[in-house]
Nanobody, 128 residues
Framework: QVQLAESGGGLVQAGGSLRLSCVAS????????MGWFRQAPGKEREFVAA????????YIVDPVKGRFTISRDNGKNTVSLQMSSLKAEDTAVYYC?????????????????????WGQGTQVTVSS
């Protein structure tokens, strides 16, 4: 079992920045590739970014590429999502998630079903 706890959400004006953090506890953090998803009201949860277990490989979806950065600190069991130039359409609840890396054909997991553990989410609201 892995427990995930997000923090760092809040209300920010368009063009502003926020840094989301997710602290993991339980099983060894480096057993997992990590991802961030978001869910806006009335919409499905969507993939935003992922980082591999060691932090060497990252992937950012096109709508936020160049504005969002994902990173992890294995010494602190933390994965972060740095968000800048925020837009109103970035408003959502943001979730971090852990995907057990053993037995996978590729490191990148982009769908909800590929992740094994989820945090409770943190609200990000961008005012225009």
């Amino acid at each position: 079992q892995v427990q995930l706890a997000e923090s760092g959400g809040g209300l920010v004006q368009a063009g502003g920045s926020l840094r989301l953090s997710c602290v993991a506890s339980g099983r060894t953090f480096t057993l997992y590739n990590m991802g961030w998803f978001r869910q806006a009201p009335g919409k499905e949860r969507e993939f935003v970014a992922a980082v591999d277990w060691i932090g060497d490989r990252t992937y950012i979806v096109d709508p936020v590429k160049g504005r969002f950065t994902i990173s992890r600190d294995n010494g602190k069991n933390t994965v972060s999502l740095q968000m800048s130039s925020l837009k109103a359409e970035d408003t959502a609840v943001y979730y971090c998630a852990a995907a057990y890396r053993s037995g996978r054909s590729r490191w990148l997991a982009e769908t909800v079903s590929e992740y094994d553990f989820w945090g409770q989410g943190t609200q990000v609201t961008v005012s225009s």
